[in-house]
Structures are given as structure tokens and as C-alpha cells.
Nanobody
Framework: QVQLRESGGGLVQAGGSLRLSCATS?????MAWFRQGPGKEREFVAR????????FYGDFVKGRFTISRDDAKTTVYLQMNSLKPEDTAVYYC?????????????????WGQGTQVTVSS
């Protein structure tokens, strides 16, 4: 059974950077990052297709985050720059259940356990 394992979270000051990693196995239609801040609903961050060609982001990203994957397609990354306190959240990676370029969490069937990102002001 496919499992996803996130790493790379931590505490960073505002304006700093972090790189999250998500280890996976097997083929996938796409992999995405979501986040859930305290008292907030889960929010789409970014998605990358198996080929790496199709990439899109949540509206709030505005060029600060970059999703990528390694050539072996076993690790998906989220590079986060210019972090803000409002980026504080648990970040999850998720595997897409189909080819739809969706931002809806219901279109993702396997989830990691999450990694905490805390941005101090």
C-alpha cells in the first residue's frame, strides 16, 4: 500500500524559507500539497503531475512557493520562500485519484501524516 511521508517542517522567522519533502512510491496522476492552519479549513497549495509538466498553485501563493519532484518521481518538494506568519499550518502531501487538475481535497485519496510549519513574526 502506498504511503506518503512528509518531512522538512519546523520553526522559521518571517521572511525565511523552508523546503518540505514528501516521499512516495509507485505511479501517480499527480501529487499535491495542502495545508491546514489553526481553526481553518484545509487549503490547496500546489499540485504537480506525474510528468512534471502540469503545475499549478493556490491563489495565495503568488510566486512564493515552488513545487517540484525528483527525476525518480519518488519525492515531491515544496520550496517555500518569503514565509509569513499566516503560512503557519500543518502541511500535507496527497496523491491525486485522477487526472483532473483539481484543488479539491476530495480528488486526493492518499494523505501523509502532515508536517508542522510555524512562522514567527
Amino acid at each position: 500500500q502506498v504511503q506518503l511521508r512528509e518531512s522538512g517542517g519546523g520553526l522559521v522567522q518571517a521572511g525565511g524559507s523552508l523546503r518540505l519533502s514528501c516521499a512516495t512510491s509507485g505511479r501517480y496522476y499527480g501529487m499535491a500539497w495542502f495545508r491546514q492552519g489553526p481553526g481553518k479549513e484545509r487549503e490547496f497549495v500546489a499540485r504537480i503531475s506525474w510528468s512534471g509538466i502540469t503545475i499549478f498553485y493556490g491563489d495565495f501563493v503568488k510566486g512564493r512557493f515552488t513545487i517540484s519532484r525528483d527525476d525518480a518521481k519518488t519525492t515531491v518538494y515544496l520550496q517555500m520562500n518569503s514565509l509569513k506568519p499566516e503560512d503557519t499550518a500543518v502541511y500535507y502531501c496527497a496523491r491525486a485519484r485522477n487526472t483532473a487538475n483539481s484543488k479539491a481535497s476530495t480528488d486526493y485519496d492518499i494523505w501523509g501524516q502532515g508536517t508542522q510549519v510555524t512562522v514567527s513574526s
